[in-house]
């Protein structure tokens, strides 16, 4: 049964794997983690297997835990079960949602297109950029919670944390082979936010199909730059589930 010092191993690792403190590959090692938490070894056990179930450490028999890598086929499954999921909760959102639901997937939308224009003038735009990622991720749970599926929510969840983080962590090197200058940037994030307005109108008209249609677009889109984006980096180094939040 989790505990107070499980869940505050697990929110202590999860979020140096997230933040890069622990590096794709990289051993966690109990009794290390153990002392630097300040909790016995017990708790960490835990959590390793709550983030295993995760997806974001690996743990096998004799060899103990690793902070989790994923190859590009492995991405690639992941993103095509992400196409199939999303496709479907937008169908479910536009046939179930509520006024108020519909009211919370329009908030974020709002801000995104804000942003979007201030991070288009502005010199300094790191600070924006994550802003702009929080409310994405704010748009497309408001979707999940209208779609009313728990299940599917979980798993579109975890998806979109691996697939995000490896988005996240690509274009953040400085330099990196195929970084994209500032016009292109500015660009994709305008096509990125027009798709996310037309998912937002399908709902609202309660057009299943359209939403489906407009949903899987978008994603199988991002799909695809993840992809491009992770073959040119570093020769296709391998990258942690959580090396890779969500750019949708």
Not at 121 to 140: C, I, N, Q, T
Not at 172 to 178: A, I, L, N, T, W
Not at 211 to 220: L, N, V, Y
Request: one cysteine or more.
């Amino acid at each position: 049964m989790r505990n107070v010092n499980s869940d505050k191993a697990y929110d202590f690792i999860r979020k140096r794997i997230l933040d890069g403190g622990y590096a794709p590959g990289e051993a966690l090692m109990t009794e290390q983690l153990a002392a630097e938490i300040g909790v016995s070894r017990t708790p960490v056990r835990d959590a390793l297997r709550q983030l295993e179930s995760d997806g974001l450490v690996c743990i096998r028999p004799r060899l103990g835990a690793n902070v989790k890598q994923v190859d590009l086929n492995e991405l690639r499954e992941m993103c095509e079960m992400r196409l199939a999921l999303e496709g479907h909760a937008a169908w479910l959102a536009a046939m179930n949602r509520s006024e108020s639901e519909l009211a919370e997937i329009h908030l974020p939308l709002t801000e995104m297109q804000r942003l979007v224009g201030v991070i288009a003038a502005a010199k300094k735009e790191e600070p924006l950029v994550a802003e702009l990622a929080r409310e994405d991720v704010r748009f497309h749970i408001a979707i999940m919670n209208a779609a009313k599926n728990n299940l599917m929510r979980r798993e579109i969840l975890r998806l979109h944390l691996i697939n995000r983080v490896v988005a996240g962590t690509l274009e953040s090197v400085p330099g990196r082979k195929g970084a994209p200058t500032k016009p292109q940037a500015d660009a994709r994030r305008r096509q990125v936010l027009e798709s996310h307005a037309e998912i937002y109108e399908a709902i609202a008209r309660r057009d299943g199909a359209a939403a489906k249609t407009a949903m899987e677009q978008h994603i199988h889109e991002l799909i695809e730059h993840s992809l491009r984006s992770f073959a040119i980096s570093e020769a296709g180094r391998a990258l942690s589930a959580d090396d890779l939040l969500y750019t949708a």
